[in-house]
């Protein structure tokens, strides 16, 4: 009943008609400096989650809140449909930025959001501010189409506040707050698509492991001439370490490593060949020169759905002018591995543990340390959620609706491991939106088509979504 023209023209025609008032409503937002990692703006941080708290009081949200943590305060809001069997979605973002100063290369105050041809320059734009907006926006619409007086599920969002600092107290936050955040799908709202041209809805993000590995030899650097070939050298195996991470095939040649790896399915490798990929282009923004990876897979699947690993840093030993002919005392390597679905964290880590014990030669001691990690989520292609927003994408868009993934790694896994909810990724921003860099934007009519994409997502859930 709703998924027709009348209610498609009439999402629009809101949608359109309240366009202006959107767009000030965004600008007011960017205009505070939230930026997390600056410990001068943490009152402008604050100020923003009050902005948005609000905000959404103001939208119609019964319990709008603000939700503190030792660092940011992360905002939460809930609108329950009233219907007792409504699927509850949980939706993601966050209202942090990151720093920006004008200095940076920006052609305009990077807190004074301006509009020119079509886009809408300011940091936070499209990462995330504006990706957060189109819910309000959408959700407004979704309820004038519809004539609801409330959603047709249990609408829940949470915008935290330290995303650009890297979550620290994210992973607690869910846990302290699950049984109010308890959901049925999390639409993860910051992330982006393809292309203007080439809607698309991310389908999974890999996840990370990294460490570093800290290699000693002699207790003290000792000459090369008098005992060099004779005792082992931390820095030849720091370099033996790296030398043997992958195999001729550049396949990751550590025991065990790609066990349980939710291998591509045949359409998934379709559906990546048809979108309209320039390796040319792509080479050109990783500032490299050719290719190369697991022999095997197309680029697209290296850095979307197969597991990595990679060198971040090696060193140890002499590195000043001229020669110093040592056996050097000591050496590190630094490593990181982009894990992806059916890869478990803590396995992996105990292989590269493994791993580096068997390799190094007595008489060296090694210690490895591993940071912070984070789990690989994916979603199925035909998982019913991800058909709802495939529909309700292509019905605001008009065009057909393809996949993608993530290769790098985020929160969304902490939303789907604390919660048990699949992860859904709703997002409108292009590439050249510039996260991060100087000149940020967002295109205002994608922010538009992203709005009408959240009014009609919550009746096909509703609908579709079990
Ligand atoms: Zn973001």
């Known amino acids: 009943m709703s998924n027709t023209p009348d209610t498609d023209n009439a999402v629009r025609a809101y949608v359109d008609g309240h366009r202006a008032a959107f767009l000030d409503e965004l600008s007011a937002w960017l205009r505070i400096p939230s930026v997390s990692a600056d410990p001068l703006r ?33 905002v939460f809001a809930e609108w329950p449909s009233g219907d007792p069997d409504a699927l509850t979605v949980l939706v993601y973002g966050h209202h942090d930025v990151q720093p920006a100063d004008r200095g940076d290369g920006w052609r305009t105050d990077p807190f004074e959001p301006v509009i020119e041809n079509g886009r809408l320059y300011a940091r936070g734009a499209a ?71 080439t809607p698309t809805v991310c389908t999974g993000m890999r996840g ?68 309209p990929f320039d390796e040319a282009d792509w080479l050109r923004t990783a500032h490299s020169r050719a290719t190369l990876g697991e022999a095997g897979y197309s680029t697209l699947e290296r850095i979307w759905a197969r597991p990595t690993a990679e060198v971040n840093g090696i060193g140890g030993g002499y590195q000043g002018p001229g020669g110093k002919t040592v056996v050097p005392s000591a050496a590190q390597v630094k490593l990181s591995f982009r894990l992806v679905a059916g890869q478990e964290v803590e396995k992996i880590q105990l292989a590269v543990r493994d ?61 789907q491991d604390v919660l048990g909810a699949p992860v859904l990724f709703l997002g409108i921003s292009v ?36």
């Not at 019905?395 to 290769?407: H, I, Y």
């Open 42 to 74: 943490a009152a402008d941080v604050r100020r923003s989650a009050r902005w948005l708290r609000d905000h959404l009081a103001a939208t119609g949200f019964p319990v709008a809140e603000i939700w503190d943590t030792p660092g940011a305060p992360a």
């Open 127 to 197: 990462d995330d501010k504006g990706q957060v907006l189109i819910h309000t926006l959408g959700l407004r619409a979704h309820l004038a189409a519809t004539g609801r007086r409330a959603p047709a599920v249990n609408l829940k969002l949470l915008v935290e506040g330290e995303e650009e600092s890297g979550s620290p107290h994210f992973p607690e936050l869910l846990r302290s707050y699950a049984g109010r955040l308890a959901c049925d799908i999390v639409i993860v709202s910051d992330t982006g698509m393809w292309s203007e041209d």
């Open 208 to 275: 990370l492991v990294d460490c570093q590995i800290d290699l000693y030899g002699p207790d003290q650097d000792i000459h090369s001439g008098s005992f060099g070939g004779a005792v082992p050298n931390p820095a030849t195996e720091a370099a033996r370490l790296a030398a043997a991470l992958h195999d001729a095939d550049r396949r990751v040649a550590i025991p065990g490593f790609y066990d349980g790896v939710v291998e591509l399915t045949e359409r998934e490798r379709e559906l990546f060949a048809e979108l």
């Open 355 to 415: 791993w580096a014990a068997l390799l190094l030669p007595a008489g060296i001691r090694h210690e490895i340390t591993f940071g912070g990690a984070t789990r690989p989520c994916l979603t199925p292609l035909d998982h019913p959620a991800l058909q709802s927003v495939v529909r309700a994408m292509g019905r605001a868009f008009g065009r057909k609706v393809r996949f993608t993934r993530e290769g790098g790694s985020g929160p969304a896994a902490d939303l």
């Open 431 to 466: 590439p050249s939106d510039g996260w991060h860099a100087p000149n940020e934007k967002v295109e205002l009519g994608l922010l538009m088509k992203g709005a009408e994409t959240a009014a009609h997502l919550w009746c096909d859930l509703a609908e579709n979504g079990r």
